[in-house]
């Protein structure tokens, strides 16, 4: 890891918006050695509050909010339809940052979700196809036999349509924090908060 920019973060440095300074951020990330910058980790809660987080790829970036895909009867799938809050964090150590979203889970459009799907490679769409997410099998060798199942029944690359439990989520962030690393763990925090509607503010937040 790379040694701590003690410039900080100012909130003179932050661009108009959240999604300005988050693209701003991330376009960092791109260009520095960080490790699939897009990931982020996910964190969800079933209806009785029990909490689970992992990590996602983040796959589209609006003004609305951040977007991800997944089997819908995951885990993760079934805490969302069952409580639609989640947090997502964006760990790019080797910047020493971080961001934070907080905010409502909305399912992405289905014509959004065919456009991405069609997309994807055909072995990652076969996959889709074969793997009953975060369910109990028996053994790799299951796996493997759905997957070549799946892949005979779908020989022709451009016929893979998306299973019914495949889908989309979009975050829409209540709150974006952006924290920059300082040293003595005197970091920043800046975080935009939504007022409603299109106003936001922004706040500085003890480290």
């Known amino acids: ?98 961001v934070i979203a907080v905010g409502a889970i909305v399912p992405v459009e289905s014509e959004r979700a065919d456009a991405y799907f069609t997309s994807r490679p055909y072995g990652s769409r076969i996959s889709a196809i074969a793997s009953p997410q975060s369910r109990v099998i028996a053994d790799r060798a299951w796996l493997e036999s759905a997957r070549a199942q799946a892949q005979a029944s779908h020989p022709d690359q451009a016929d893979v349509p998306r299973p019914p439990g495949w889908g989309g989520f979009r975050l829409l962030p209540a709150t974006v924090e952006f924290w920059q690393g300082r040293r003595d763990r005197l970091h920043d925090r800046l975080r935009f908060r939504r007022l409603g509607g299109q106003d936001w503010v922004v706040e500085r937040l003890a480290p």
Not at 19 to 28: P, V
Not at 69 to 79: A, C, H, I, P, V
Request: proline share 5%.
């Open 1 to 98: 890891m790379s040694a701590v920019d003690d410039t900080g973060l100012r909130e003179s440095d932050l661009a108009g918006s959240w999604l300005e300074q988050f693209s701003g951020w991330l376009q960092d990330a791109q260009a520095a050695p960080v490790v699939e910058p897009g990931a982020m980790v996910l964190a969800t809660a079933d209806a009785e509050g029990q909490p689970s987080a992992r990590t996602v790829l983040l796959k589209g970036l609006d003004s609305r909010g951040f977007e991800f895909f997944t089997n819908l009867d995951s885990r993760k799938g079934r805490e969302l339809a069952a409580n639609p809050r989640a947090s997502l964090v964006f760990p790019w150590y080797a910047l020493h940052r971080q």
